[in-house]
């Protein structure tokens, strides 16, 4: 094993951030099952495609409205203290959510209140549980600590939405709504058997006014910055609504059960994995990088809209899953790479939110194409959407250079980016992973 090799592991040396995986890799499988359940928990009560766009929507709202908010409340507060209230609220909204499935009191209004509270927990949650592993591990060891937490995110993403199925097939859809409160029962398990004297505690960084219209102005004004940004904001509301299309295609198209959703998210699951794997072997980040991938996505999307059966849709699905990451890893790489390195926190920040901030606009609109096209015309618009904005940002792509670095900061940024990157895969359909931008 190699030196570098050895030092990704070292992370595991701290007792706190082994107490934490375990509870994590618990929790997060429980996550993934809700996440399958609430889907089609939709699709049973309205059948609407629009209704389940809009249910996703609304989840999404409060990290847009709250997340800077949150994120200052984590450098004045313990962030250990902030995250065992978020797991014992998330496990309760979970245990609420399925008495009321298994008595049959749930109805629509209260699946967006649900949806609501969900969101308003998560976005406490995400911001301070992103760097609570840096409290946990130091600086010397947080890139290898954040890349283990993202494959024990991949388990689960992997895991949660299969083992989902079946449970859904013997148990019903309250099954997995009460497995996810029990298993949050672990995380605050891992969280109290912490030993709080080994936090690495380290003073919160300096907050100017004016820093977020700052990193606009420059993005804007650096077509190198600005093309991959705008291409992000399309792609990322039009071709990464997983969450809608697959539930969609899972019960309309296929004539399946909540069984055949999950196997179709863990189809993505592995997907992603695989495409962060030949991601890191592919060198350094470019701009036409960013194209290529986006062309790969938007044909890969295409050809899963007419998969004639469940059985090649999934075999289409692990290279929707790998395009996926390609292109947020992609983009992540190069912007770290052009941006002004004292901006690159703030440029990263506004990258995040132009993944995950575009749900709120485009769930409802694949919601709405799913519920008057068909379920297919989802990936349709979805892989069209990636070669048109590839094919209009090409120019100032292939004309566009990246700064250049040392291989070491370069390595170090690639690193990153593959992290971040398999997670904002996955962010948009389950929001506790260990969102991470780079400000370093």
Sequence with gaps: MSGSERAGYASLNHRNFRLYLIGQGVSQSGTW??????GWLVLHLTGRGELLGLVTAVQFIPTLLLGAFAGALADRLSRWRILQTTQVL????????????????????????F????????SFDTPVRSSFVHEMVGPDDLTGAVGIASTTNNVSRIIGPAVAGGLIAWLGLSSCFFF??????????????????EFIITPPATRERGQVRAGLRVVWA?????????????????????????????????GGSAGSYG??????GIGSVLGGLAIARMGRATHRRIGYAAAFLGVAMLVGSVMPSM?????????????????????????????????????????????IGTT?????????????????????????????TAAVGWRSLAASTEETVTEAENAAIERRALLGGEDLASGKASLPGPLRSSDD
């Design 263 to 268: 196997f179709l998210s863990s189809a993505m």
């Design 311 to 355: 059985g090649f849709m999934i075999v289409a699905l692990l290279f929707v899953g790998a395009g996926s990451v390609a292109f947020i890893t992609s983009n992540s790489a190069t912007l770290q790479l052009t941006a002004p390195p004292q901006m690159r926190g703030r440029v990263m920040a506004l990258y995040v939110t132009a993944i």
């Design 90 to 113: 998330a496990g309760l909204l979970a245990t609420a959510l399925g008495i009321m499935v298994v008595t049959d009191t749930i109805r629509v209004w209260s699946l967006f209140v």
């Design 222 to 254: 650096d077509p190198r910055l600005r093309t991959p940004m705008l291409m992000t904001i399309v792609i990322g509301a039009l071709a990464y609504e997983n969450q809608v299309s697959l539930p969609l295609l899972a019960k309309y198209t296929f």
């Design 33 to 38: 099952m809700q996440t399958v359940a609430m």
């Design 360 to 388: 709120p606009f485009g769930g409802p609109i694949i919601g709405f194409v799913g519920q008057h096209f068909g379920a297919r015309a989802c990936y349709v618009v979805g892989g069209a959407s990636c070669l048109i």
């Design 180 to 197: 996810n409160g029990i298993s949050y029962l672990a995380a605050i398990t891992a969280f109290l058997l912490m030993r709080r004297g």
């Design 115 to 122: 949806a609501v509270s969900i969101g308003t927990v998560n």
